[in-house]
C-alpha cells in the first residue's frame, strides 16, 4: 500500500499546455472541449485499474466566439429578452449547455478561457478552484490599472465604473466530472456590449457590464491580455505552463 500510494503522489502533473486555438463557433469549440474533456476521463478511468498509470494532462484553451448566447443546465430562459426571430435576424447563435451559470453572451472582443485540468494533479476543491480563476483575472486587470473584486454569493469578477456602479468583466460557467474541468471564464476585453441588452446577464437584474475598453478608454491589444491571463494562470496555479500548436 504504501508503494502505491507513493507512485500515486508523484503522478501529478502541474504541466499545463496552452492552445490558442483562434475564433471559432461556440459549438466548434465546444466539441473540442469535450474531446480533451473526454480523453482524460477515459486515462483516469484506466489508471484505477492499471498498477503502471499513465499521467493525466491539462489544458488551457483560448478562444473567442461567433456571436452567441448561451445557458447553463439550471438558467432561466427569461432571461433571454428576444425571439428565435429575432436571434436569426441578428445571426446570433443559442445554446442550452451542460456548464453551470445562467444566460451570457459571447462575441468577438472577448477572450474565452477554457481550463480543461485534472484537479487531481492541483486540489479537489471545486469552491477553490473557482476562487483561482476569479484570482487570475483579479491580477490581470491589475496590470491594466484596475481594482476587480468578487461579490459574495457570486461566481465572476467586477469592477467599477466611472459612476462608481458595481459592472460584471468576466463571467464564470464551469463543468466537472472525476474531478476533470470543463468550460471555464470568458473577459469582456473589446466586444460590443450591446448585444448584452438582449439578455439579463447571468440572471442577475441589477448589475450591468462593462469591459477593458469601455473603462480605458482605447481600444486593447487582445492578445496581450491573453498573455497576461496565462501568465497570471501559471502564478495562482502553480503550475508549469507550455505552448503547444493545435
Do not use: H, Q
Given at each position: 500500500w504504501t508503494t502505491n500510494f507513493y507512485i500515486w503522489r508523484t503522478m501529478k502533473n502541474k504541466k499545463i499546455l496552452?492552445?490558442?486555438?483562434?475564433r471559432h463557433s461556440f459549438l466548434e469549440a465546444w466539441k473540442y472541449q469535450e474531446k480533451i474533456f473526454q480523453k482524460i476521463i477515459n486515462q483516469k478511468v484506466q489508471n484505477r485499474s492499471k498498477y503502471k498509470k499513465i499521467k493525466t494532462k491539462n489544458f488551457l484553451v483560448?478562444?473567442?466566439h461567433n456571436h452567441v448566447y448561451t445557458i447553463g443546465k439550471s438558467g432561466?430562459?427569461?432571461n433571454l429578452l428576444i425571439d428565435k426571430n429575432e436571434l436569426a435576424n441578428r445571426e446570433i447563435e443559442y445554446y442550452k449547455i451542460n456548464r453551470g451559470g445562467d444566460i451570457t453572451y459571447h462575441g468577438p472582443g472577448q477572450i474565452m478561457v477554457y481550463p480543461i485540468l485534472d484537479l487531481d494533479n492541483f486540489f479537489t476543491d471545486i469552491n477553490l478552484y473557482l476562487r483561482k480563476l476569479e484570482d487570475v483575472v483579479i491580477y490581470t486587470l491589475k496590470s491594466y490599472d484596475l481594482k476587480g473584486f468578487t461579490i459574495k454569493g457570486e461566481t465572476g469578477v467586477w469592477v467599477k465604473d466611472e459612476?462608481?456602479?458595481?459592472k460584471k468583466i468576466c463571467a464564470f460557467g464551469i463543468r466537472a466530472s472525476r474531478w476533470v474541468t470543463m468550460h471555464g471564464l470568458c473577459l469582456n476585453v473589446n466586444p460590443d456590449l450591446s448585444y448584452f441588452d438582449f439578455i439579463i446577464p447571468?440572471?442577475?437584474k441589477d448589475k450591468g457590464v462593462t469591459s477593458l475598453s469601455h473603462l480605458k478608454k482605447e481600444v486593447i491589444d487582445i492578445n496581450q491580455v491573453k498573455s497576461k491571463l496565462v501568465e497570471n494562470f501559471e502564478l495562482v496555479f502553480k503550475a508549469e505552463i507550455n505552448f503547444e500548436t493545435n
Open positions: 496552452v492552445r490558442d486555438i483562434g483560448l478562444t473567442e432561466d430562459v427569461s459612476n462608481g456602479l458595481s447571468c440572471g442577475i
